[in-house]
């Protein structure tokens, strides 16, 4: 069965009837991740298309398990245009998992406040992990300004030093 998508869930009574929900977020309220797109990308008109259910492993443990799909256009830092990245990540989470199974369990746990999760916390966090360190193009001339790595090779073979150094050797 499929619920409209709210913010807050409740997660015992998700749980108990496995609650299962899908629907799209809007970039513009994820202002964690936006501060990490580039400038003149209109988050207002861009989406995040997410599903997850609500369950209970083996162990009785609650967890959260879905998939996100999105398309972001991030900043190139090597010549700050745009480039962009289609992130679409599944994720498993424990919820509210005890500091023993979460040092045994190689999922990650999310934290209920007082019982209640926030499913755009949980998109914020899935997204800033899908994001690369470092973004730049696969061109690595993408900015004319900045010398290609070849370049900056030559320039420590000229050397004005080394030059020194081999007139004093022949000397
Ligand atoms: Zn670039």
């Known amino acids: 069965m499929q619920d409209k998508l709210r ?8 749980v108990s009837r496995n609650g299962y929900f899908e629907g799209e977020i809007s970039l513009s309220n994820l202002s964690r991740v936006t501060e990490m797109l580039h ?3 209109d988050v207002e008109h ?3 298309t997410l599903k ?11 967890l959260i398990d879905g998939q996100l799909d999105t398309r972001l256009v991030l900043e190139c830092q090597r010549c700050l245009g ?6 679409l990540q599944d994720f498993r989470l424990m919820i509210d998992a005890s500091d023993e199974l979460v040092q045994e369990s190689s999922l990650d746990t999310l934290y209920s406040d007082d ?18 360190l470092v973004v730049m ?3 690595e001339w993408c900015n004319e300004h900045l010398p290609s790595p070849d370049s900056s090779e030559a320039a ?3 050397n004005p030093f080394s030059v020194l150094k081999q007139l004093k050797t022949t000397d």
């Open 82 to 87: 745009s480039l962009e990245k289609r992130v």
């Open 137 to 139: 193009h696969e061109d």
């Open 7 to 14: 913010r807050q869930y409740q997660v015992d009574r998700e």
């Open 156 to 158: 420590v073979k000229e």
């Open 52 to 62: 997850f259910e609500f369950l209970r492993n083996e162990f009785d443990l609650p």
């Open 115 to 132: 019982g209640y999760i926030d499913i755009v916390e949980v998109v914020e966090d899935e997204l800033i992990l899908g994001i690369p």
């Open 39 to 41: 400038p003149d990308f």
């Open 46 to 48: 861009s989406r995040v």
